[in-house]
């Protein structure tokens, strides 16, 4: 028997089971081959502090010295570039505000990205503080940190059944059961349905679709330095990867929890948004995929014990924002656990506890 058992190895679960191994021994249960797989395998890697609803930039915030200084630092600058066309000017006042970012000239525009149409840019805006997440390194410090504390970290494990006993719980993959005192329900998209098989009622978790294409860098342009660029109201986005640049239309459709593909009519929509706002055009798709963001009924993580079931933990509904998050978030959980003053301010605390939804 260990005395946590967490269930999903995306950021969301790694990162908690590396918090939850300074108080005791953790079992990880991933269902796929390898940790990262699904959400966290898929992520735009960008960490923008100001990006999210209240309590995400609160958890944002509260992270940026360990995604700046923990292990060396995580992050490597790389900026973002907004820009909008003649009938976008309300999203880009709204974004303007939200993302608060500063309003440049075109020409200012074309000297991050030389590539933009200046016959159907009207606007842009830009400020240097969003950042590029190193997120393999960060997933597998959070491991090592797992292993080094004694516990394990088991792929291949789809959990099968989940009982609560008088002890604690027991969790079953096959013919395998694992018992702890505590289980942390990571599971991303399929949150609510571990929490239905332990016997704790849903919130109401909705994974949303987002598509993505991988393009050769436009017109052979050396793409390292690009900022990321994104259309007005986040009707589509695109960022430099490894000398490729990825093109997002921004989707998010409801869909249940799977592994995810491109959806092809949604993403070739976004390519031509993209392409609207540039002067190279797009003649080549290299590849594409999809991922899954799953959301709250209210849009805000849920973190913290379920108030029907105290030693049921919920470490669900990243919504995309699961590596900026995950050194403030994965230290909330581990304070609510084991029964220490957050770190993290009351609000925030309440704005993300699954008492909310009770």
Known sequence: ???????????????????????????????????????????????????????TVALNHASADYHQNANGGYLTPRGLLLVAGADQAPQFAADLDALQLHEISLDEALTHVPILNPKTVTAAAFHQSTLDIDTDRLMQDFARVVRAGGGQILTKSPV?????????????????????????????????????????????????????????????HDVTTWPMLIGAGESWYAKPDAGKLLVSPADADPVPPQDAYADDMRLAEG????????????????????????????????????????????????????????????????????????????????????????
């Open 160 to 220: 099968s059944a989940i009982t609560k006993r008088a002890t604690g719980w027991q969790v079953s993959v096959g013919d395998q059961v694992h018992r702890a005192a505590v289980l942390v329900n990571a599971a991303g998209a399929w949150a609510d349905q571990i929490a239905e098989m332990s016997g704790v009622p849903a919130i109401g978790i909705q994974p949303l679709r987002r598509s993505m294409a991988r393009l050769p860098a436009p017109g052979g």
């Open 1 to 55: 028997m260990t005395d946590f058992i967490v269930i999903g190895g995306g950021i969301a679960g790694i990162s908690a089971a590396a918090r939850l191994a300074t108080h005791g021994r953790v079992t990880l249960l991933e269902m796929e081959q390898a940790i990262g797989y699904h959400s966290s395998g898929r992520s735009a890697a960008m960490y923008a502090e100001n990006y999210g609803n209240v309590s």
């Open 271 to 358: 390519l031509a948004r993209y392409e609207a706002m540039v002067t190279e055009p797009v003649t080549r798709v290299e590849s594409n995929w999809g991922g899954l963001r799953s959301f709250s009924p209210d849009g805000a993580l849920v973190l913290g014990p379920d108030p029907d079931h105290p030693t049921f933990i919920w470490c669900a509904a990243q919504g995309g924002y699961g590596f900026q998050t995950a050194p403030a978030a994965s230290q909330l959980l581990a304070d609510l656990v084991v029964g220490r003053a957050p770190e993290l301010g009351a609000d925030s605390v309440s704005q993300l506890s699954p008492e909310r939804f009770r």
